[in-house]
């Protein structure tokens, strides 16, 4: 029998968690509620495992010495609306095995995997989470120059129009746009760029994309 701790201070989200789990591993685990790591505390090191929410009692502050505390008596699941590598990271040191977020499109088989591995002393972290983990990774890896010339091509500008605009020499916005590649290899293409582009929040949705104006960049032409 596989004993379960759910710690959740919102009756739903609780309600749901445990019905969902004992759905999931059947007449094989017992699941009990808890509203407060408080209420837990004296109980931690009969459970096989604790399912831990990290923003108890309302509050916005993650409750990393909450981990701590249990998982110096058992093995510890973090069921989170946080989704940073912060939050991630800091969850990993304080002790938890697997960290999995409410927010999730597959939270409730993410936190079957999560128990499973867990109990096999095993990480484990929500593929939702560890996308959005490296999407925000890779955002900050584009300078403030690589997110002008980005939106400048989304918006059909030519290399010499988009080195106009941002005072670099025509050299210089292909030497980003590579760079831009190399942060992004499905943005190869201009058009994938320009996705990119609108994908990141550079372009917004009313602003599509427009075939480069060759026109435009003939010297003395005008350029937006």
Known sequence: MIRLAIVEDIDFTRELTVERLQARF????????????????????????????LSLDGQAIQHYPAVRLVAAMTKVVV????????????????GALGYVSKNSA?????????????????????PDTAAKIEADQRRRMLNPRMCDVLR????????????????????????????IKGIYPEGDKQTERARLAV??????????YQPPDRRRSEPGAPHG
């Open 26 to 53: 059947g007449a094989v685990a017992s699941v009990e509620p808890f509203e407060s790591v408080e209420q837990l505390v004296d109980s931690a090191a009969r459970f096989d495992l604790v399912v831990l929410d």
């Open 79 to 94: 069921f989170s609306d946080y989704r940073s590598k912060e939050a991630v990271d800091q969850a990993r040191n304080a």
């Open 106 to 126: 597959h939270a409730a088989d993410s936190l079957a995997v999560a128990i499973r591995k867990a109990l096999e002393g095993e990480r484990f972290l929500d």
């Open 152 to 179: 400048l091509e989304a918006l059909g500008r030519t290399t010499r129009q988009i080195a106009r605009e941002v005072g670099l020499s025509e050299s210089g916005v292909r030497k980003n746009v590579d760079a």
């Open 199 to 208: 994908r990141l929040g550079l372009v917004g949705e009313s602003e599509p």
